[in-house]
């Protein structure tokens, strides 16, 4: 699962792959452009992608930029494996987490167009292996494949946090019944299917099962011979757990630990099993374009494509897409989470741009930094709209009443004086500390992880003596224990 604040300083190995000179300034601007979302004060910094992979602790990025409906460059950075000394390059794969759901809807309505498959049909109706358990929560309304490509069948269960390579792995049907050895909970209706916008891994996982109930094939296999193959995605596979190992990323925490095994297994193929390339989802994401302007059908047809990406019941949520509406210009986009790698992904609806950023890490703050910079040297108009924040400065003579250490879960923050600003580690990393930004004397954020907001807690006498985070869906208390 993801980790919450974690930012350690690691050293950085920056890999050149063949480029064409046209492109290199225009690369350069892209790797010294760097912008948070959210900007402390009033100027919007530069940054530079090899200090913000350092202060990140991102050991492995690798992106693949889209203009005009082609691929004009791809590039990785970093280390896709440390200590075997294997440098990320364009043909390293990373785990695509959720954006396996977007390839996976390709599929599914590959089987609509086919004939095989009604997506408003109740889903019991394909579902041969397992049926699903209908109670009072949905009030006797049917769940359809369309609702579970658009999170809209009222389920539950977010996300996934994966096997390690060692464990016994279950079975879909275990896994949506949430019975040993699955880890996750069974996947039942919260609410009325078709009213509202649910995220739920749990209902992608559902289509897996529908899709290898009618087309009695192994789902890897149906999925890469009808889907990836004819996208021309050399370098993709959902098979899980992954039989070709040849360049597979390692997975790094934030304190630069990898993760045990080098990486989690996800027999939730659909929702978070594809193994892939940036170049790989970009081959995609263009298949996608064209086929919305008719010029394109190895998968979908231009009318089923166009169903795809329209918002279903939800107005943000299409069909195994999430749409975004930028000064008049559409994109549809999805991003992934699985432990310890991350990834974005965004095409334009029309004029052919996109991009996609993998790294083998769990600090999203550089993926979103860089795609800023991506979108500012490409001028996708309306595409980056930083928030600014109106920042205090903290007396210097009040300084002293803040430094301590603090006790997050296992690990402990300290807050401590770094010249005339106050600055926070974790462990100990990075040594000289990520400079705190006050919007008033009790509430501060940092850049490196901007959508965490800190609050300065103090007892009956006015002494300071816990920090409260919130991140995310996360709200926690952080006592003072120095």
Known sequence: ????????????????????????????????????????????????????????????????????????????????????????????????????????????????????????????????????????????????????????????????????????????????????????????????????????????????????????????????????????????????????????????????????????????????????TPTDLAKYIIECQLALQGKSQKVLSPAMMKKRLTPYIDSAAALGVFIHKREGQSWFNHNGGNEAFLCTSYGSMEGGNGVVIMINGDNFAVVSELLNSVATVYNWKGFYNPTFKKTVKVPKDSLQQYPGKYLLMKDTLTILVCGDNLCIQQNGQPETGFQMYFTDFNNFSIREVPNAAFTILRNAAGKVDALQLKQGDANLRLPRID
């Open 1 to 276: 699962m993801k980790r919450i604040f974690i930012l350690f300083f690691l050293p950085l190995t920056l890999n050149s792959q063949t480029i064409d000179r046209s492109l290199k300034e225009k690369i350069n601007a892209v790797e010294n452009s760097l912008t948070p979302s959210i900007i402390f004060g009033d100027t919007i910094p530069k940054m530079n992608l090899e200090e913000r992979m350092n202060a990140t602790g991102i050991k492995g990025l690798s992106i693949a930029v889209i203009h005009n409906y082609k691929i004009e460059w791809a590039k990785g950075y970093g280390w896709a494996d440390v200590e075997e000394k294997r440098k990320t390059t364009t043909e390293t794969r990373f785990q695509a987490a959720s954006i396996s759901k977007s390839l996976n809807s390709m599929g599914i309505l590959k089987l609509v167009q086919m004939g095989k498959l009604d997506p408003e049909a109740d889903i019991n109706k394909y579902l041969t292996s397992w049926k699903f358990p209908y109670d009072s929560l949905s009030k006797n309304k049917k769940i359809s494949t369309h609702n579970l490509l658009s999170h809209t069948a009222g389920l539950d269960i977010h996300g996934f946090p994966g096997y390690k390579r060692t464990d016994t792995l279950p079975t879909i049907q275990q896994i949506v019944d949430g019975k040993r050895p699955a880890n996750t909970r069974a996947v039942r209706s919260l609410f009325e299917p078709g009213t509202k916008f649910k995220y739920s891994g749990g209902g992608t996982t559902i289509t897996q099962l529908i899709l290898t109930d009618v087309t009695g094939s192994n789902y890897a296999d149906w999925m890469q011979k009808n889907v990836l193959q004819p996208l021309g995605m050399t370098n993709s596979s959902y098979r899980q757990p992954p039989h070709d190992t040849v360049d597979l990323a390692t997975g790094y925490y934030g304190n630069g630990n990898p993760v045990k095994g080098k990486y989690h297994v996800y027999p939730e193929q659909a929702a978070a099993g594809l193994w892939t």
